[in-house]
């Protein structure tokens, strides 16, 4: 087995150079592992892996789970592979793909451990825009200075899918919002997530809608001052694709987006390693009003 491996920045980011004979070799995978920790993202520059072959992959590193089988305009036939497109042929609600713009994690506001990692394949790209940024959670929080760790040391936040989609329809029409919450639910989450290991990392995104006890404009603005910090240039790979482009990255660790696009000929493949640590849990309904009081 032969391959060659490079950092792509100080703080984030690896390349690793491999055939697709040698992806899903025991001894790879286990460097594939140790890396998706210290590096948070994992780029395999025109791997040009087949379903089957990303599946394998997939497999290797853990148990497959397909979180989006409940969201409209999932091809349930296609299985496992999510096709995250523009392309109404093959994914029928937009909604859910433009929510890939603003900076998230997979899976926050789902009742599940959350999703290990995720695994993305290029196989159509847009003529403009479309390259994705990765941040790395873990080194911003690890820069935070002392005395904000332990301001924010233990506060929760509620993640919603009213915040995950209100940048991409403005004003959310009542029933999509009805849609969506069958397969979401109003999450609880620590904002500072101690993970097994005992690393920590920042739990933050679009989808954070305000913290557990702070009134909401309070809460909200802390968040987006957090979510600015941790997306600074140092922590930020951003990937501009090259078709057969194959990408993995530590959904616990890591937040991203997507450079917006309206090329509905740009389609990626997504596969999802489940997790098994879940930090946080449903959120309690006088928590969840309480942030949409105005103080
Ligand atoms: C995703 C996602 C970004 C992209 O698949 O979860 O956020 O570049 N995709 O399409
Ligand atoms: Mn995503």
């Known amino acids: 087995m032969a391959y060659r491996y490079e950092n792509a920045k100080d703080k984030i980011g690896g390349i690793f150079h491999i055939s697709r004979e040698d992806l899903t070799k025991d001894d790879f995978i286990a460097e594939v592992r140790a890396k998706?920790?210290?590096?948070?993202?994992?780029?395999?520059?025109?791997?040009?892996?087949?379903d089957a072959e990303q599946l394998a992959f997939t497999d290797k590193l853990g148990e497959r789970v397909n979180f989006t089988r409940q969201v409209p305009g999932s091809d349930a036939?296609?299985?496992?592979?999510?096709?995250?497109?523009?392309?109404?042929?093959?994914?029928?609600?937009?909604?859910?793909?433009?929510?890939?713009?603003?900076?998230?994690?997979?899976?926050?506001?789902?009742?599940?451990p959350l999703p290990k990692a995720t695994v993305l394949s290029a196989r159509a790209l847009s003529a403009e825009g479309g390259a994705t940024e990765f941040a790395n959670l873990y080194?911003?929080?690890?820069?935070?200075?002392?005395?904000?760790?332990?301001?924010?040391?233990?506060?929760?936040?509620?993640?919603?899918?009213?915040?995950?989609?209100?940048?991409?329809?403005g004003i959310v029409p009542p029933e999509r919002l009805e849609r969506y919450r069958t397969m979401a639910a109003q999450m609880d989450q620590p904002?500072?997530?101690?993970?097994?290991?005992?690393?920590?990392?920042?739990?933050?995104?679009?989808?954070?809608?305000?913290?557990?006890?702070?009134?909401?404009?309070?809460?909200?603005?802390?968040?987006?001052?957090?979510?600015?910090?941790?997306?600074?240039?140092?922590?930020?790979?951003?990937?501009?694709w090259t078709p057969g482009d194959l990408v993995i990255w530590n959904n616990q660790g890591v937040m991203h987006r997507v450079v917006p696009y309206t090329d509905e000929n740009r389609v990626m493949h997504r596969t999802t390693i489940a997790g098994r640590e879940k930090?946080?849990?449903?959120?309690?309904?006088?928590?969840?009003?309480?942030?949409?009081?105005?103080?």
């Open 36 to 50: 998706l920790e210290e590096r948070g993202v994992l780029v395999f520059p025109q791997l040009h892996a087949s």
């Open 77 to 112: 036939s296609a299985q496992d592979v999510y096709k995250i497109t523009l392309d109404k042929q093959l994914n029928t609600e937009r909604d859910y793909v433009l929510g890939t713009f603003f900076w998230h994690i997979d899976g926050v506001t789902i009742d599940q």
């Open 139 to 169: 080194a911003a929080y690890d820069d935070l200075p002392e005395r904000e760790k332990a301001e924010i040391a233990d506060l929760h936040v509620i993640h919603t899918v009213e915040a995950a989609v209100r940048p991409v329809n």
């Open 191 to 240: 904002l500072v997530w101690t993970h097994d290991d005992g690393r920590k990392s920042l739990l933050i995104g679009t989808h954070a809608d305000g913290i557990v006890g702070m009134p909401g404009p309070h809460g909200r603005a802390l968040l987006t001052r957090l979510q600015q910090w941790a997306s600074q240039p140092q922590y930020v790979y951003r990937h501009d």
């Open 279 to 295: 930090p946080g849990h449903v959120a309690r309904g006088e928590d969840i009003e309480a942030i949409y009081v105005m103080p």
